[in-house]
Protein backbone atom coordinates (compact mmCIF):
# COMPACT_ATOMS: atom_id res chain seq x y z
CA UNK A 1 0.00 0.00 0.00
CA UNK A 2 1.08 3.24 -1.26
CA UNK A 3 1.71 5.63 1.92
CA UNK A 4 2.87 9.42 2.19
CA UNK A 5 3.04 11.57 5.87
CA UNK A 6 3.52 14.72 5.53
CA UNK A 7 5.21 16.27 8.91
CA UNK A 8 7.21 19.35 9.71
CA UNK A 9 3.77 21.96 9.91
CA UNK A 10 3.36 24.56 12.29
CA UNK A 11 2.75 28.21 13.02
CA UNK A 12 5.88 30.24 11.93
CA UNK A 13 6.15 34.11 12.07
CA UNK A 14 6.47 35.89 9.14
CA UNK A 15 9.78 36.26 7.55
CA UNK A 16 10.67 32.83 9.14
CA UNK A 17 11.95 29.76 7.90
CA UNK A 18 10.08 26.06 8.08
CA UNK A 19 11.18 22.55 6.53
CA UNK A 20 8.26 20.31 5.90
CA UNK A 21 9.06 16.29 5.34
CA UNK A 22 6.90 13.47 3.19
CA UNK A 23 8.26 10.01 4.19
CA UNK A 24 6.77 7.58 1.58
CA UNK A 25 6.45 3.65 1.69
CA UNK A 26 4.49 1.26 -0.77
CA UNK A 27 6.75 2.19 -4.25
CA UNK A 28 9.65 2.71 -5.60
CA UNK A 29 10.50 6.14 -4.49
CA UNK A 30 13.79 6.56 -6.41
CA UNK A 31 11.85 6.20 -9.14
CA UNK A 32 9.30 8.51 -8.48
CA UNK A 33 8.80 12.25 -9.49
CA UNK A 34 7.65 13.83 -6.53
CA UNK A 35 5.60 17.02 -5.56
CA UNK A 36 4.15 19.79 -3.13
CA UNK A 37 0.81 21.33 -3.60
CA UNK A 38 -0.52 23.67 -1.39
CA UNK A 39 -4.05 24.69 -0.64
CA UNK A 40 -4.94 28.42 1.39
CA UNK A 41 -8.26 28.15 3.82
CA UNK A 42 -11.53 27.87 1.99
CA UNK A 43 -9.56 28.20 -1.55
CA UNK A 44 -8.52 25.79 -4.78
CA UNK A 45 -5.27 23.50 -5.16
CA UNK A 46 -2.01 25.19 -6.24
CA UNK A 47 0.73 23.48 -7.53
CA UNK A 48 4.25 24.79 -5.15
CA UNK A 49 6.78 22.56 -7.05
CA UNK A 50 8.09 19.15 -8.67
CA UNK A 51 11.25 16.99 -8.16
CA UNK A 52 12.22 14.54 -10.88
CA UNK A 53 13.46 10.85 -9.68
CA UNK A 54 17.77 11.09 -9.88
CA UNK A 55 17.95 8.45 -13.23
CA UNK A 56 15.37 12.22 -14.90
CA UNK A 57 18.03 14.42 -13.59
CA UNK A 58 16.57 15.09 -10.56
CA UNK A 59 15.66 18.29 -11.26
CA UNK A 60 13.62 20.83 -9.62
CA UNK A 61 10.38 23.59 -11.15
CA UNK A 62 8.81 26.03 -8.69
CA UNK A 63 5.65 28.10 -9.43
CA UNK A 64 5.89 31.56 -9.56
CA UNK A 65 4.85 32.78 -5.69
CA UNK A 66 7.60 30.74 -4.58
CA UNK A 67 10.10 30.32 -6.72
CA UNK A 68 13.84 31.72 -4.43
CA UNK A 69 12.06 31.02 -1.20
CA UNK A 70 11.29 27.94 -1.42
CA UNK A 71 13.30 24.36 -2.08
CA UNK A 72 12.37 20.74 -2.91
CA UNK A 73 14.73 18.28 -1.71
CA UNK A 74 14.51 14.33 -1.67
CA UNK A 75 16.90 11.78 0.17
CA UNK A 76 16.11 8.36 -1.84
CA UNK A 77 18.17 6.56 0.81
CA UNK A 78 15.06 7.49 3.34
CA UNK A 79 12.26 7.83 0.88
CA UNK A 80 11.93 11.08 1.70
CA UNK A 81 10.90 14.42 0.11
CA UNK A 82 11.59 17.83 2.03
CA UNK A 83 10.34 21.12 0.77
CA UNK A 84 12.47 24.14 2.60
CA UNK A 85 10.28 27.09 2.55
CA UNK A 86 12.23 30.30 3.63
CA UNK A 87 11.21 34.63 4.02
CA UNK A 88 7.44 32.92 4.77
CA UNK A 89 4.63 35.56 4.38
CA UNK A 90 1.09 35.23 5.33
CA UNK A 91 -0.01 34.36 1.72
CA UNK A 92 1.91 31.31 2.55
CA UNK A 93 -0.29 29.69 4.94
CA UNK A 94 -2.39 26.62 3.64
CA UNK A 95 -1.59 22.56 3.82
CA UNK A 96 0.80 21.64 2.19
CA UNK A 97 0.24 18.13 0.59
CA UNK A 98 3.34 15.86 -0.90
CA UNK A 99 2.19 13.67 -3.90
CA UNK A 100 3.43 11.31 -6.63
CA UNK A 101 3.47 12.26 -10.01
CA UNK A 102 2.98 10.06 -12.51
CA UNK A 103 0.04 9.91 -14.09
CA UNK A 104 -1.23 13.10 -12.41
CA UNK A 105 -1.07 12.96 -8.84
CA UNK A 106 -2.67 9.27 -7.78
CA UNK A 107 -1.34 9.17 -4.19
CA UNK A 108 -1.57 11.94 -1.84
CA UNK A 109 -0.71 12.66 1.71
CA UNK A 110 -2.55 14.20 4.55
CA UNK A 111 -1.08 17.45 4.78
CA UNK A 112 0.31 19.71 7.27
CA UNK A 113 -1.04 23.02 7.90
CA UNK A 114 1.59 26.06 7.77
CA UNK A 115 0.58 29.04 9.45
CA UNK A 116 2.01 32.32 8.95
CA UNK A 117 0.85 34.49 11.65
CA UNK A 118 2.67 37.27 13.87
CA UNK B 1 2.83 29.13 -17.51
CA UNK B 2 -0.35 27.01 -18.99
CA UNK B 3 -3.90 28.12 -17.30
CA UNK B 4 -6.43 26.34 -16.68
CA UNK B 5 -10.06 27.76 -16.39
CA UNK B 6 -13.32 25.65 -14.92
CA UNK B 7 -16.86 25.40 -15.26
CA UNK B 8 -18.94 26.38 -13.58
CA UNK B 9 -17.39 27.26 -10.60
CA UNK B 10 -20.99 26.15 -8.54
CA UNK B 11 -23.56 23.87 -9.83
CA UNK B 12 -26.57 22.76 -8.43
CA UNK B 13 -27.65 19.12 -8.67
CA UNK B 14 -29.93 16.34 -7.73
CA UNK B 15 -29.31 12.73 -7.20
CA UNK B 16 -29.22 11.03 -10.49
CA UNK B 17 -28.72 14.16 -12.33
CA UNK B 18 -25.99 13.76 -15.36
CA UNK B 19 -23.27 16.61 -14.65
CA UNK B 20 -20.56 18.00 -17.39
CA UNK B 21 -18.19 20.45 -15.60
CA UNK B 22 -15.80 21.67 -18.52
CA UNK B 23 -12.03 22.90 -18.67
CA UNK B 24 -10.08 25.12 -21.07
CA UNK B 25 -6.62 25.26 -21.54
CA UNK B 26 -5.11 28.50 -22.52
CA UNK B 27 -2.58 26.21 -24.88
CA UNK B 28 -2.83 23.30 -25.99
CA UNK B 29 -2.05 20.14 -23.80
CA UNK B 30 -2.78 17.33 -25.68
CA UNK B 31 -4.39 14.70 -23.27
CA UNK B 32 -2.58 15.73 -20.48
CA UNK B 33 -5.48 16.85 -18.30
CA UNK B 34 -6.36 14.84 -14.77
CA UNK B 35 -8.89 15.38 -12.77
CA UNK B 36 -9.73 15.13 -8.98
CA UNK B 37 -12.71 14.75 -6.40
CA UNK B 38 -12.30 16.34 -2.78
CA UNK B 39 -14.28 16.43 0.41
CA UNK B 40 -13.54 18.97 3.16
CA UNK B 41 -10.72 18.00 5.42
CA UNK B 42 -9.28 15.54 2.74
CA UNK B 43 -6.58 14.90 -0.01
CA UNK B 44 -7.73 14.82 -3.80
CA UNK B 45 -8.64 12.16 -4.92
CA UNK B 46 -7.14 11.14 -8.75
CA UNK B 47 -10.03 10.13 -11.07
CA UNK B 48 -9.34 10.83 -14.29
CA UNK B 49 -5.67 10.88 -15.90
CA UNK B 50 -4.28 11.37 -19.48
CA UNK B 51 -7.96 13.01 -20.62
CA UNK B 52 -10.04 10.17 -20.29
CA UNK B 53 -8.25 6.98 -18.29
CA UNK B 54 -10.38 5.89 -15.39
CA UNK B 55 -8.17 5.46 -12.01
CA UNK B 56 -8.11 2.10 -11.00
CA UNK B 57 -11.09 1.77 -8.33
CA UNK B 58 -13.14 4.64 -9.64
CA UNK B 59 -17.07 4.35 -10.37
CA UNK B 60 -17.52 4.06 -14.20
CA UNK B 61 -20.12 6.47 -13.87
CA UNK B 62 -17.37 8.74 -13.99
CA UNK B 63 -15.90 9.28 -17.10
CA UNK B 64 -13.62 12.03 -18.79
CA UNK B 65 -13.24 13.62 -22.62
CA UNK B 66 -11.40 16.32 -24.82
CA UNK B 67 -8.15 16.89 -26.50
CA UNK B 68 -5.89 19.83 -26.89
CA UNK B 69 -7.54 22.93 -25.04
CA UNK B 70 -11.32 21.73 -24.62
CA UNK B 71 -11.78 18.84 -21.80
CA UNK B 72 -14.93 17.38 -19.72
CA UNK B 73 -16.13 15.82 -16.91
CA UNK B 74 -19.10 13.65 -16.66
CA UNK B 75 -20.88 12.07 -14.10
CA UNK B 76 -23.98 10.06 -15.63
CA UNK B 77 -25.64 9.34 -12.85
CA UNK B 78 -25.03 11.99 -10.03
CA UNK B 79 -24.83 9.76 -6.60
CA UNK B 80 -25.01 10.98 -3.28
CA UNK B 81 -21.21 10.68 -2.38
CA UNK B 82 -20.43 12.48 -5.13
CA UNK B 83 -21.39 15.99 -3.80
CA UNK B 84 -17.93 17.35 -3.32
CA UNK B 85 -15.50 19.77 -5.43
CA UNK B 86 -13.81 18.59 -8.38
CA UNK B 87 -10.11 19.82 -9.81
CA UNK B 88 -9.09 20.17 -13.40
CA UNK B 89 -4.99 20.05 -13.76
CA UNK B 90 -2.81 20.29 -16.76
CA UNK B 91 0.22 18.47 -17.10
CA UNK B 92 1.67 18.91 -19.87
CA UNK B 93 4.01 21.76 -18.65
CA UNK B 94 4.45 23.33 -15.06
CA UNK B 95 1.56 21.39 -13.13
CA UNK B 96 -1.56 24.05 -12.72
CA UNK B 97 -5.42 23.43 -11.66
CA UNK B 98 -8.23 25.21 -12.43
CA UNK B 99 -10.37 26.88 -10.11
CA UNK B 100 -12.45 24.04 -8.80
CA UNK B 101 -16.24 23.33 -9.03
CA UNK B 102 -18.13 22.34 -6.48
CA UNK B 103 -21.38 19.89 -6.47
CA UNK B 104 -23.96 20.68 -4.52
CA UNK B 105 -27.43 19.33 -3.21
CA UNK B 106 -30.38 21.21 -5.48
Known amino acids: EVQLVESGGGLVKPGGPLRLSCITS????????MSWVRQAPGKGLEGVGRIKSKADGGTTDYAAPVKGRFTISRDDSKNTLYLQMDSLNTEDTAVYYC?????????WGQGTLVTVSS | DIQVTQSPSTLSASVGDRVTITCRASQSISDWLAWYQQKPGKAPKLLIYKASSLESGVPSRFSGSGFGTEFTLTISSLQPDDFATYYCQQYYGFWTFGQGTKVEIK
Open chain 1, 26 to 33: GFSFNKAW
Open chain 1, 99 to 107: ATATRGFPD
